[in-house]
C-alpha cells in the first residue's frame, strides 16, 4: 500500500533515498580514483538497510563505535569490522566472543597500558585479537602524536603476540575548516602522520599493514593517499548543515530531515512552533561556531525545498520555535502543516529516533535503526 | 544475585535511588502544605518503574509529552493524563483510542483552529475529549498572553461542546532564574497568569475546573498556590546541574549519573578519555549560559563523591573528554577505572539510555526506559 508523508506520525525522520544513493555514488567515485579502500563507519546510519546499501559486500571492511554496533552487523553477516574507539579491558570477552564467531574484529589502543592488558588477555584465553595504534594527527582527540617513541614500545608488545596490524587516525581538527585548501592540508596532514609513524616502526623491524585514516571532509579533500591502504568516513553517507558549513557539501546534497508538523502560529512575534523539539533535533549545535549558525536547523516545505531565512532558533524537550530573519516572512502554513527541518548533525539526529522512513520516487519504506552500547 | 558496578557495561546511566527517593519527598511535602495535587511530569523519567515510585496511585494525575508516553502509562494502568504539548488534528485519532480506552486523557491548545477542529472531530466522532487553553505566562513558549480575549472565544468554542477543562501554564523562563527572590517572583507569575485568566472567563460566564502550572524550579519556591488546583513538575525527579545552577536543588541531590570508564589518559595535556561522549551523556549544553558552566557534566568517583575542578569539557560520539581546572590536578585514576558523570540535563540525558541501573543500599535494580513518539 502506498504510504504519503501525511499519514506519518510527527516527528520522525525522512531519508531522501536519492540524495543518499548519490552520496554513496560520490565518496565510492572518489575513492576509486585513488584505488584505496573505504571503510565505512556505520555509527551515522546504525540500521542494517541503510547498510546493505553503503557495503554490498558483507565481507568488506566497515568501521564501528560501540560494541552493539559491532554485534548487530555481525549478527548480519558482516565479518570485517573494526571498533574505532580506545579499548577497556572489561569490553574484551565481548570482543572475544564476536572473534569466537568467526568475526574479523579489530581493536584501538594508545598506551602500553592497553597493550598489555589485551596481550595477557590474549594469552590467557589463547586467542588473537587484532590490534591498530591510535595516532593523533591533529591535537583532536586520543592518541599518540606520529613521532611519540611510545608507539614502536606498543608495538613491540603487541607484535610480540602477533597482534600489531596497524595504525589508525582521524582528522577530527577537520570539522574546523572552512576552505578547499584548508581541508587539503588537512587531508594531507592524515596522511602523512600515519606514513610517518609506520616509517619509524619499519626502521625498528615492525611491519604495518593497515595504515586507516580518515573523517568524511577529508575523505572527500584528499588529492594524496600515498602509502594509506583505507579510508574511514561515515556522515557523507547523509550530510548535515555542518559539512555544508564546512563547505564538503551543497544543501541539496543533506539526505536526512526530521519531518514535523505546525503546532502553533505567533504571526505578530513572527513565530511558529512545531512538534520537532530537542528529543526530534537533538541538542546538537554544531553549527553554532561556524560562519553561518542554523540554530537547531534550517527549514523545509514538505518536499523537501529550503525555505529562505527560516530556522530553528530554540527547543524544548517537544516544542522547536522557528523565527524568521529580517527581510524574510513566516510562510503561509496552518497548524498541523508538515515541514522538513535540515540537521546540524546527522549522526546525533538520527540518534535520537528508532528509524528512517525513505523516500524514493514511488513509494516509503521504513529502515529501523538501533542505539545502545 | 548480587551485581557491582563494576560488572555494569559502560556507558550506562545510574540513579541513586536513596537521592531520588528523597527528591520525591521534598516536592510532596513541599505541595502538601497548600493542599494542592501535584500532577508529575513523566517525561524525564519515561519508565514504568520509576512511575511506579513517583504516583502510587494509578488514579491520580499526571503529565506526559508524547503520545507514546500517555499510551504506554495508560497500559499500565494509569488513568488521568495530561498530554501537555499543543494538539494537532493527526494526532486525535491516537487521543481517541485512549479516551475509548476508559482514559481521562485532557489535550492542550492555544487557538481558534484547533479549537474547531478538535470540536468537530469530537462531533463527528461522538466523543469527548477534555481540553486546556495554553496561557504564556513568561514570552517563553507557546500559549495566550493571559489578557488575551481570544482566550474566551476559545473557550466558548470548546465549552459549546462541552470540551473545556482549564487553563496551563508553564514558566519555562524561570530556568533563567539565579536567586530565591527571582525564583518566588516566577513562581508568582505563573500563578497569577492563569488566575487572571480564568477571572477573565468566569466574566464572561465560563468556569474554569483546572488551573494547572508549574516547572520544577517554581513549583518548589511557590509561597502562594491560591485559585490553583495543580502544580507540574518532571525534572525534580533527579535533579541535575541545571537545576543546581538555578539553586533549587544541591549537587548532592542529583540522583542521575552516567557511570563511563576510562579510556586513555594524556597527562601531559591534563587530559582524561572517557567512553562516554554526547551519545551516552546527550549535547546538552543548559548550563552554559549560568554563572557557572559544567562543560558536558561534572566528575565524580564510582561512588559518587564529586571529584572537585573536574569536567567534562568535549564530547565526541563516543568520547568524552575530562580536563580539570587551573590549581587542581587529574585523579590518579588507571584505564578502565570507573567514573560517574553528573548531567547538565536529567530529561536529555536519560533519553540517550534505555534504562537506569538502580542503586539502593544492597543491589542494583534496572528499570527499563521507552522513547518515540
Request: glycine letters at 8%.
Amino acid at each position: 500500500m502506498f504510504t504519503t508523508l501525511g499519514s506519518l506520525q510527527t516527528p520522525c525522520l525522512v531519508v531522501d533515498k536519492i540524495a543518499f544513493l548519490h552520496n554513496l555514488s560520490r565518496m565510492e567515485k572518489h575513492l576509486d580514483a585513488f584505488n584505496v579502500a573505504l571503510r565505512p563507519h556505520l555509527k551515522t546510519v546504525k540500521s542494517i538497510a541503510a547498510a546493505s546499501y553503503i557495503l554490498a559486500d558483507k565481507q568488506a571492511g566497515c568501521t564501528v563505535s560501540t560494541l552493539k554496533e559491532a554485534e548487530t552487523f555481525a549478527a548480519e553477516g558482516y565479518t570485517n569490522i573494526t571498533y574505532a574507539v580506545g579499548i577497556t579491558e572489561d569490553k574484551l570477552q565481548r570482543v572475544l566472543a564476536l572473534i569466537n564467531q568467526g568475526v574479523n574484529l579489530t581493536i584501538l589502543l594508545d598506551s602500553m597500558e592497553q597493550a598489555m592488558l589485551v596481550s595477557q588477555f590474549c594469552s590467557e584465553n589463547e586467542c588473537t585479537i587484532p590490534c591498530l595504534i591510535e595516532i593523533d594527527c591533529d591535537g583532536h582527540r586520543a592518541g599518540l602524536s606520529p613521532k611519540n617513541k611510545e608507539i614502536v614500545t606498543i608495538a613491540t608488545i603487541l607484535e610480540s603476540s602477533g597482534l600489531y596490524r596497524g595504525l589508525l587516525t582521524h582528522a577530527g581538527g577537520s570539522y574546523a575548516c572552512s576552505t578547499a585548501e584548508q581541508l587539503i592540508q588537512f587531508a594531507e596532514k592524515e596522511r602523512s602522520a600515519v606514513v610517518a609513524a609506520a616509517s619509524m616502526l619499519e626502521e625498528a623491524g615492525i611491519t604495518t599493514t593497515v595504515l586507516s585514516i580518515g573523517s568524511t571532509p577529508t575523505a572527500l579533500s584528499t588529492q594524496n593517499l600515498d602509502g594509506i591502504t583505507e579510508v574511514r568516513a561515515g556522515v557523507y553517507t547523509f550530510f548535515d548543515l555542518v559539512m555544508a558549513g564546512i563547505g564538503i557539501c551543497d544543501i541539496e546534497d543533506i539526505a536526512l530531515s526530521v519531518l514535523t508538523r505546525v503546532t502553533g502560529i505567533k504571526r505578530s512575534e513572527n513565530k511558529l512552533f512545531i512538534d520537532a523539539g530537542w528529543m526530534a533535533l537533538s541538542r546538537d549545535r554544531g553549527t553554532a561556531s561556524q560562519a553561518f549558525d542554523c540554530g537547531y536547523g534550517l527549514v523545509c516545505d514538505q518536499a523537501g525545498n529550503l525555505l529562505p531565512g527560516l530556522k530553528v532558533t530554540s527547543a524544548n524537550q517537544e516544542h522547536g520555535v522557528i523565527e524568521c530573519e529580517p527581510g524574510f516572512t513566516l510562510p503561509d502554513v496552518k497548524h498541523g502543516d508538515l515541514l522538513r527541518i535540515l540537521p546540524n548533525h546527522a549522526c546525533a539526529t538520527a540518534a535520537q529516533h528508532s528509524g528512517y522512513h525513505v523516500l524514493s520516487y514511488d513509494d516509503i519504506e521504513f529502515w529501523p535503526r538501533f542505539g545502545g552500547w
